[in-house]
């Protein structure tokens, strides 16, 4: 799956709107890859000093992220396809860890703050550290979440599957019942019938043994 970078502009961005954003994308993601799309959002990496943020997607089309940015509600600068050009000898787990890229950020750099206030700045730095730790944690909740939500959706899919198979036994099994339940009165009613004309054969012969008896005295 191809690799794409998306910038964006977060001059004016609260660290708060940014995890906001951060959340309707991966939202986003996981709508259209249920709908059958190929696009998944990999990562996050901020440059306070220049109030940028670089996403990293892999998508099979650049169309696939620009559906993604449009159905979050969320601007983007530009979406630049990128090639992975790590040796296959350098193991991923070698790479700088989050914690210390984020003491780096917290050391704080040097350069003209863009914006006013609560704004990507090089001052807010620790904050945006601070802000991105928890929001990667929330994310893993959020994410944590849906795919428990999917599985259960699937189960609960699975069990009304089951419950109709069920239902329509039930079903076969009352209508059997319910041609035993004539069968039996059917035979009930040709019992009795049977009996009746047994009993009308033998009181006949009987009536005549007792008329036989009468003409022999």
């Known amino acids: 799956m191809p690799l794409f970078v998306v910038e964006r502009d977060l001059s004016n961005v609260s660290p708060e709107q940014l995890l906001l954003n951060q959340r309707d994308i991966v939202s986003a993601c996981i709508q259209l890859k249920g709908q059958g799309k190929g696009v998944r959002y990999i990562s996050s ?48 787990n ?39 730790t928890d929001g990667q944690r929330l994310f893993g909740v959020c994410l944590e979440t849906i795919e428990n939500f999917e599985r259960i959706q699937s189960r609960n899919q699975t069990l009304e599957s089951e419950n109709e198979i069920l239902r329509e036994e039930v079903a076969r099994f009352r209508h059997k019942m319910d041609v035993l339940q004539a069968d039996r009165s059917e035979m009930v009613a040709a019992f009795n019938d049977l009996a009746g004309h047994v009993t009308q054969v033998v009181d006949h012969i009987l009536q005549k043994s007792e008329d036989g008896e009468n003409s022999a005295k």
């Open 45 to 92: 990496a901020v440059v306070p000093a220049d109030g940028r943020a670089l996403d990293l997607f892999g998508a099979y089309s650049a169309e696939l992220i620009k559906e993604v940015h449009a159905s979050a509600g969320v601007l983007y600068s530009r979406i630049v396809e990128i090639l992975d050009l790590t040796p296959s000898s350098v193991h991923r």
């Open 94 to 132: 070698t790479s700088r860890s989050r914690r210390s890229l984020q003491r780096a950020v917290g050391a704080g750099t040097t350069g003209t703050a863009k914006g006013t206030g609560h704004t990507m700045t090089a001052n807010s730095a620790p904050e945006l550290a601070r802000w991105l």
